[in-house]
């Protein structure tokens, strides 16, 4: 995943261009560049690392003056992390520069043919063949810039969005994009402007257009918007009023992005849950499924697809789902399931789960089931994303932009709509104990003021990662609706705090992982409300305290004033008490506990919380 951007005007760009790439850089911050064109040539500065050095840079030269430019940030794929290898990319004869996002699968044969052809390549990347195939185009009588950016794209194959500058073309940026997303905007003060999210043109662009696959814009100041083979009153109508507003985009008073998200939680899932949970009627409306629900309930099956976290939230739903609707459902890692043989037909579901709905594995996944005749479903947070478009219906989490890399809101937000859809299908099949349905109806709708509870646990929270800040591994343990919360936490300290951290279902300690068990190993456990489930984690407990483990545990006010919360208290190096809710929901009220662990894990030991190394906000490339 990288990001682009792009801008021309009558006035200069420089500025904005910069800016959008700062509100980008949670895409790629493994180097930074930009292009633009001036009456003396190209101007092309590139640099390893986050935009803001690349402002610096700009700053310590004295920023040019210019019309017209693209700028990038990259997230490493072909090519390692260097400023020959950052973007934009010239042509040999340096009169075109590229900015590109995705992976050009026949990259090798076409840099084999253009090396023969007398082309000059300086990069390790597969996007260097772009600006020569554009380069080549011109060169053999394309009639326009547009027509050569056609001509080039072409020839590749993979997922791609692309913007091109020439020296031959000023102020005209062109742009194509294939099964990667580009969005084109009217600036309410003049010009036209270009990036890969909504979230980098809020505060400048008065209407936008997102691009389709296959299509190629042209950005020009007389013309503004042009969509290669629609004509100017087609591509206007297209224009849409912008999803995402400036105030979405603002810190406010957080110095992180990632503490906004998990503070912000009581809102956000208030925003998913409005409108379509009616407590008073026990009923739940998700309006992007009706058209499809009666075919969904009467189902032989469903499998859910998703990577990372929003596997994780998968998990959960799964079980929502078979305990509600007594369905079966499944759930698939979507880059396994991709490139397996799975048995479906008209009588299977298939729903795909992405927080950007760009996730290019989940994407592929989907495209199998719908060749193999199922009824492709999706659950993501980005209206018109890739899935959004491929699917026959879904549901759109609501939970506003997130920008931190480490998913929060969006894993909150996906268990809750899993729920609300449970609860739908157990209603829509008659299946299932009706009283069941309408007590986590009931539930739903007070999950903003119970996370709002749970976030009160923050000093504690805090408290402990302080203290476990520099230990070697941390081990999670959950059973039941604890297991997949468990995961998820053991995956965001693993990605922002760079500690080793493990996720196991408590019965599965004795079954190998209790060897890691040592004096001082932390041992975060989620204790279930469930009496029965909560004899068998607390048996667990036990084995990691009888071996000198730090218990770490997660357990409500009501289980603490029963029986066994001076057991738990006996066991546990610390307790963190959170508000009473039924286990169903428990991978949503009691997220941000492990959120805000492995916030103060990272934040103790000096990490970059919002820009772990190595990661990006989502995967649009195999």
């Not at 633009?36 to 030269?61: C, H, I, S, T, W």
């Not at 759930?331 to 795909?352: R, T």
């Not at 509870?453 to 070697?472: D, F, G, N, Q, S």
Request: aromatic share 4%.
């Amino acid at each position: 995943m990288c990001g682009i951007f792009g801008r021309v005007s009558t006035k200069d760009v420089v500025p904005s261009v910069v800016a959008g790439l700062r509100q980008l850089d949670y895409r790629g911050y493994d180097s930074v560049g930009v292009a633009f064109l001036r009456p003396e040539g190209m101007y092309l500065l590139r640099n390893v690392g986050p935009a803001v050095d690349l402002e610096r840079r700009l700053q310590l030269k004295g920023f040019p003056t210019s019309t017209c430019g693209i700028g990038h940030t990259r997230w490493a794929t072909h090519g390692g992390v260097s400023e020959r290898n950052a973007h934009p990319h010239l042509s040999s004869n340096e009169r075109v520069a590229v900015v590109h996002n995705g992976t050009i699968e026949n990259y090798q044969r076409l840099r084999t043919e253009l090396i023969a052809l007398g082309h000059v390549f300086r990069s390790d990347t597969d996007t260097e063949v772009i600006p020569n195939l554009v380069q080549r185009a011109l060169e053999h009588g394309a009639a326009s810039l547009e027509d050569a950016v056609a001509e080039a794209t072409s020839h590749i194959h993979g997922a791609y969005a692309v913007a091109v500058i020439s020296i031959d073309h000023p102020n005209v940026i062109v742009a194509a994009r294939n099964s990667s997303p580009l969005v084109a905007g009217m600036c309410t003060d003049g010009g036209v402007l270009l990036a890969s999210d909504e979230a980098a043109i809020a505060d400048l662009a008065g209407s936008i257009l997102r691009l389709g696959d296959n299509e190629i814009i042209t950005l020009r100041i007389q013309d503004g918007l042009t969509i290669r083979g629609q004509d100017k009153r087609a591509t206007l109508a297209r224009l849409q009023q912008p999803s995402v507003r400036a105030e979405d985009v603002a810190l406010g008073d957080f110095e992180t992005r990632m503490a906004q998200e998990i503070f912000t939680q009581p809102l956000s899932l208030a925003a998913t849950i409005r409108s379509r949970v009616n407590p008073k009627d026990h009923s739940v409306r998700l309006g992007g499924i009706e058209r499809v629900l009666q075919r969904v309930s009467d189902c032989r099956g469903i499998t859910i697809v998703a990577c990372g976290t929003s596997y994780y939230a998968a998990l959960a739903g799964a079980r929502l789902i078979e305990s509600l609707a007594r369905m079966p459902v499944h759930v698939k890692e979507a880059s396994e399931f991709a490139y397996s043989d799975p048995i479906l037909g008209y009588q299977d579901v298939v729903i795909g789960v992405s927080q950007s709905g760009e996730t290019m594995d989940v994407i592929k996944a989907l495209e199998l089931a719908k060749v193999r005749g199922a009824l492709v479903l999706g659950i993501t947070n980005t209206n018109a994303s890739a899935i959004a478009r491929m699917v026959s219906a879904g549901v759109y989490l609501r939970v506003g932009p997130e920008f931190a890399v480490a998913s929060t809101k969006a894993f909150s937000g996906q268990v809750t709509v899993f729920a609300m859809l449970a609860a739908l299908l157990a209603e829509a099949g008659k299946r299932g104990v009706p009283t069941k349905t309408w007590s986590l109806i009931d539930d739903i709708s007070r999950i903003p003021e119970l996370v709002d509870e749970t976030l009160l646990t923050h000093e504690t929270v805090t408290r402990i990662a302080r203290t476990y800040a520099h230990c070697k591994r941390m081990l999670f343990l959950g059973k039941g609706y604890g297991l997949p919360l468990a995961l998820e936490g053991a995956l965001k300290v693993t990605e922002i705090a760079y500690i080793d951290a493990t996720a196991y279902g408590a019965g599965q300690l004795k079954h190998g992982p209790i060897a890691l068990i040592e004096p001082g190993v932390p041992v975060v456990v989620i204790v279930p409300n469930d009496a029965t489930l909560r004899t068998k984690v607390l048996s667990s407990v036990h084995e990691v305290y009888s071996r000198g483990g730090s218990v770490i545990a997660v357990a409500s006010d009501a289980v603490m004033a029963g029986e066994d919360g001076q057991t738990i208290t006996d066991t546990s190096a610390e307790v963190i008490v959170v508000p009473y809710v039924k286990d169903e929901l428990a991978p949503v009220v009691y997220a941000p506990v492990v959120q805000m662990l492995a916030l103060g894990l990272a934040e103790a030991l000096g990490r970059n919380v919002d820009q772990p190394r190595n990661l990006a906000k989502s995967v649009t490339v195999e």
